[in-house]
T-cell receptor, first 111, second 113 residues
């Protein structure tokens, strides 16, 4: 089983729609969780951290479910500019802080 | 402006040649990382360095070498021993005390002909 698993998509959604992605992780000792955004042929950029209590940043909401070992990202009122690949990132301590990137979920927002 | 720069953006090399990818940061970060990204795969860690003059192998270090003589610089050499070097190479750095908030350079797309 992969350490971090994501549905590769693509998720094709109309503008204004709400879309959600999940990401599962296998290591129960994982401590920190993040969502990164990667545009086509560009570098990943940190979108938001994921806290146990859940957190919201504008149209984006991230949640963590430790019992079921997954994190989620909800995007409301999708914009064309949201089209990108969303990478799930999980880290845990082990000598150095080991960071594992998921393969990403591709989102395409359609006019 | 603070950030990470990688050069060149595109690089073409003949099979059997060594090639060095540049990575420079002026964020005053201690830790730096090299990843490669292939289609359909997540970022895979090649090497990382937590401090000057020290570096450690990541998950796929075979066929690669690095140096960390200066805090700002972490060059990666792709040697002829790397079996499948064509990929998108990303350099990153992280602030002191945390490795999970990483700032990436724009990447170098290496094609070996």
């Amino acid at each position: 089983r992969k350490e971090v698993e994501q549905d590769p998509g693509p998720f094709n959604v109309p503008e204004g729609a709400t879309v959600a992605f999940n990401c599962t992780y296998s290591n129960s000792a994982s401590q920190s969780f993040f969502w990164y955004r990667q545009d086509c042929r560009k570098e990943p950029k940190l979108l938001m951290s994921v806290y146990s209590s859940g957190n919201e940043d504008g149209r984006f909401t991230a949640q963590l479910n430790r019992a079921s070992q997954y994190i989620s990202l909800l995007i409301r009122d999708s914009k064309l500019s949201d089209s990108a690949t969303y990478l799930c990132v999980v880290s845990h301590s082990g000598g150095y802080q080991k960071v594992t990137f998921g393969t990403g979920t591709k989102l395409q927002v359609i006019p | 402006d603070g950030g990470i720069t990688q050069s060149p953006k595109y690089l073409f090399r003949k099979e059997g040649q060594n090639v060095t990818l540049s990575c420079e940061q002026n964020l005053n970060h201690d830790a730096m990382y090299w990843y490669r990204q292939d289609p359909g795969q997540g970022l895979r860690l090649i090497y990382y360095s937590q401090i000057v003059n020290d570096f450690q192998k990541g998950d796929i270090a075979e066929g690669y070498s690095v140096s960390r003589e200066k805090k700002e610089s972490f060059p990666l050499t792709v040697t002829s021993a790397q079996k499948n070097p064509t990929a998108f190479y990303l350099c990153a750095s992280s602030p002191p005390g945390t490795a999970d908030t990483q700032y990436f350079g724009p990447g170098t797309r290496l094609t070996v002909l």
